[in-house]
């Protein structure tokens, strides 16, 4: 699951950044996920160390009786440009053109593959603990976007306005014994996106 909103009117690309809460919107989206996966058996609640997804995963835990565990696998990628407004200028800057010098990297460093790796081994620790149940992990756009087209075989770098991976939004990796089955996405809260800000962030 990709958390729900941020509160984040400067429109900071906060990537990493500590602090950044869901908005009161982020809150309801997190509360109708909760809501829709009332019923499913869930036997782990896996998030990562920022906040806002600790407040997405909130109502699911509180509904199932859970304790979450926290994994810093499962963390959003790093960002040179953290902590900056976003603006088309930016990416102007000739200072800052080294930073995107290769397609197959984030500005950050971070490959892709390595971000596959990571949220891999995560996934299968997540599988093994809760062995027989579901699993509910909150990360954010990048991650979840990469490891479904690793999962997928397809090419892992990408244009990021293209990445199908909204607020809230569950990408639902299917196994059966340890064979990927299907990989399926779906947005529970997509009725309230139209109230939703199109902000920079993950």
């Not at 579901?134 to 990408?158: C, D, F, K, N, Y």
């Not at 059966?176 to 920079?200: F, I, Q, R, T």
């Amino acid at each position: 699951m990709r958390h729900g909103e941020v509160f984040n009117p400067q429109k900071i690309l906060y990537g990493r950044l500590p602090d950044f809460h869901l908005s009161e919107l982020g809150h309801e989206m997190a509360r109708v996920v909760g809501d829709h996966l009332a019923d499913a058996d869930i036997g782990l609640v896996v998030h990562s160390p920022l906040v806002r997804t600790a407040e997405t995963a909130a109502p699911t835990l509180e509904r199932h009786g859970l304790t979450a565990v926290v994994d810093p696998r499962v963390i959003e990628a790093g960002n040179k440009f953290e902590g900056r407004r976003f603006r088309k200028r930016l990416l102007l800057d000739p200072r800052r053109w080294w930073w995107m010098r290769d397609p197959t990297k984030p500005t950050w460093g971070e490959s892709y593959k390595a971000i596959a790796k990571r949220m891999t081994e995560a996934i299968e620790d997540a599988r093994d603990h809760a062995r027989g149940r579901e699993v509910l992990v909150v990360s954010h756009q990048l991650p979840i976007w990469t490891i479904r087209s690793a999962m997928r075989g397809e090419r892992l770098w990408h244009d990021p306005r293209r990445r199908e991976c909204n607020l809230a939004s569950l990408t639902t990796l299917t196994y059966v014994g340890d064979e990927l089955e299907s990989v399926e996405y779906s947005e529970p809260a997509a009725h309230l996106y139209v109230h939703a800000e199109k902000l920079p962030g993950a």
